[in-house]
């Protein structure tokens, strides 16, 4: 019996304490769990409208700035870090005459440069000849111009040879002066051959002088008259589109003189004021090409237009061998000017001097990189300031 009232005693202790870590268990959890969120009023308005009518001081306690519009942001001035300017696209400086060229002047300069402060003698004479020669300036050239040169010195009573220097650079100033360089387009229309041997970059010339001319408000219309280099026709008319120029071809291998003509023609009955016509690299040491050359001219000249300009394109860095080229186009076609290529490239910038004072005929026109704009009017004065900088 006391045995069974026991075990009564212990079932009834631990169901005690079972119930009793049930309730601490519950409370505890109540305690741990968040606060029921009081639903706003229905007809409260939205939290961001709250939050925008609330004052500046009320949302930390600290004074803000005012933010509304009716003036500036608290003591925020026009030059604070916070007011970004936009950033201005300048346009881009094109480089000068004289820094374009770049290897014409370093060489003659860095020749010039030896004979600086020296006395006139013998010596400073010859060293001067070979650098002008080798300048590519060439011998008649060169020894026609020094002798004017020495000849001033002396009635000059010069003795040192930075004024010999001086009197060089006035010959070389007087000799290239003074010479027509503007193109012509009286006729109607006006048509401008292009000649000269292949490489030289006379198809790429026709197409930057079109853009010149279509920018400067002329129509002008491009004759493919190179017939026989493969993809010539191509080339242009890729440069007649980049211009907005018109475009006139024949057939590959057709006769350069019917396609000039019919270009001629097309450019009279469309209003147009000059037609650029390309004709095929010529060696200038085959008469029989320089013939033929000579006959597209006269066929050019029997349509409704006039030839005004024969321009002969010329490589800056073949040196004496573009005079030896102008010498034999000149007597083909008569040509009225010198389009000098790639004379930002060219140590050699002394033909322009030989082929001016040999021939008597101007350079008009000199590429001085590959932009369409780097064709431009060849500046005596720019040109010979560069060489003596």
Same mark, same amino acid.
């Given at each position: 019996?006391?045995?069974?009232?026991?075990?009564?005693?212990?079932?009834?202790?631990?169901?005690?304490?079972?119930?009793?870590?049930?309730?601490?268990?519950?409370?505890?959890?109540?305690?741990?769990?968040?606060?029921?969120?009081?639903?706003?009023?229905?007809?409260?308005?939205?939290? *961001?409208? &709250? #939050?925008?009518? /609330?004052?500046? !001081?009320?949302?930390?306690?600290?004074?803000? %700035?005012?933010?509304?519009?009716? +003036?500036?942001?608290?003591?925020?001035?026009?030059?604070?870090?916070?007011?970004?300017?936009?950033?201005?696209?300048?346009?881009?400086?094109?480089?000068?005459?004289?820094?374009?060229?770049?290897?014409?002047?370093?060489?003659?300069?860095?020749?010039?440069?030896?004979?600086?402060?020296?006395?006139?003698?013998?010596?400073?004479?010859?060293?001067?000849?070979?650098?002008?020669?080798?300048?590519?300036?060439?011998?008649?050239?060169?020894?026609?111009?020094?002798?004017?040169?020495?000849?001033?010195?002396?009635?000059?009573?010069?003795?040192?040879?930075?004024?010999?220097?001086?009197?060089?650079?006035?010959?070389? *100033?007087? &000799? #290239?002066?003074? /010479?027509?360089? !503007?193109?012509?387009?009286?006729?109607?229309? %006006?048509?401008?051959?292009?000649? +000269?041997?292949?490489?030289?970059?006379?198809?790429?010339?026709?197409?930057?002088?079109?853009?010149?001319?279509?920018?400067?408000?002329?129509?002008?219309?491009?004759?493919?008259?190179?017939?026989?280099?493969?993809?010539?026709?191509?080339?242009?008319?890729?440069?007649?589109?980049?211009?907005?120029?018109?475009?006139?071809?024949?057939?590959?291998?057709?006769?350069?003189?019917?396609?000039?003509?019919?270009?001629?023609?097309?450019?009279?009955?469309?209003?147009?004021?000059?037609?650029?016509?390309?004709?095929?690299?010529?060696?200038?040491?085959?008469?029989?090409?320089?013939?033929?050359?000579?006959?597209?001219?006269?066929?050019?000249?029997?349509?409704?237009?006039?030839?005004?300009?024969?321009?002969?394109?010329?490589?800056?860095?073949?040196?004496?061998?573009?005079?030896?080229?102008?010498?034999?186009?000149?007597?083909?076609?008569?040509?009225?000017?010198?389009?000098?290529?790639?004379?930002?490239?060219?140590?050699?910038?002394?033909?322009?001097?030989?082929?001016?004072?040999?021939?008597?005929?101007?350079?008009?026109?000199?590429?001085?990189?590959?932009?369409?704009?780097?064709?431009?009017?060849?500046?005596?004065?720019?040109?010979?300031?560069?060489?003596?900088?």
């Amino acid at each position: 019996m006391n045995l069974v009232l026991l075990i009564i005693l212990v079932v009834i202790g631990l169901l005690l304490a079972a119930g009793a870590a049930f309730a601490l268990r519950g409370r505890r959890t109540r305690e741990l769990a968040p606060a029921a969120k009081t639903a706003p009023p229905a007809d409260a308005p939205p939290l *961001e409208k &709250q #939050l925008d009518s /609330t004052s500046p !001081s009320d949302v930390d306690g600290s004074p803000k %700035a005012d933010t509304s519009d009716d +003036g500036p942001v608290g003591d925020a001035q026009p030059g604070d870090a916070s007011i970004v300017d936009e950033p201005v696209d300048e346009p881009p400086i094109k480089p000068t005459f004289r820094e374009r060229l770049g290897k014409a002047r370093t060489g003659f300069s860095s020749a010039l440069g030896g004979l600086r402060g020296r006395k006139v003698d013998e010596e400073a004479w010859e060293e001067l000849e070979e650098a002008l020669i080798r300048a590519d300036v060439g011998v008649p050239t060169t020894m026609a111009m020094l002798e004017r040169v020495r000849a001033r010195t002396r009635d000059e009573k010069v003795t040192d040879f930075d004024g010999a220097l001086m009197l060089l650079r006035q010959e070389m *100033e007087t &000799q #290239l002066e003074g /010479t027509d360089i !503007s193109l012509t387009q009286a006729g109607d229309p %006006a048509v401008w051959l292009f000649v +000269g041997v292949n490489g030289v970059g006379k198809t790429t010339t026709i197409g930057k002088l079109a853009n010149r001319e279509t920018v400067a408000g002329s129509k002008v219309v491009l004759a493919a008259g190179d017939t026989f280099r493969a993809a010539a026709a191509e080339q242009l008319e890729t440069w007649a589109e980049r211009a907005g120029t018109g475009f006139i071809r024949g057939a590959e291998g057709a006769d350069p003189g019917s396609v000039i003509f019919d270009a001629v023609e097309h450019a009279a009955a469309s209003g147009a004021d000059l037609v650029l016509a390309d004709t095929a690299g010529r060696l200038h040491n085959k008469s029989n090409l320089m013939e033929e050359l000579a006959k597209v001219r006269r066929v050019a000249e029997k349509a409704s237009g006039q030839v005004t300009e024969v321009l002969l394109v010329i490589d800056a860095t073949t040196g004496q061998n573009g005079l030896a080229q102008a010498k034999q186009f000149t007597e083909s076609v008569d040509v009225t000017g010198i389009v000098l290529t790639k004379l930002d490239g060219s140590a050699k910038g002394g033909i322009v001097l030989a082929i001016q004072s040999e021939l008597g005929i101007p350079v008009k026109l000199v590429g001085l990189g590959e932009g369409i704009e780097d064709l431009v009017e060849f500046d005596s004065t720019e040109f010979v300031d560069a060489l003596f900088a």
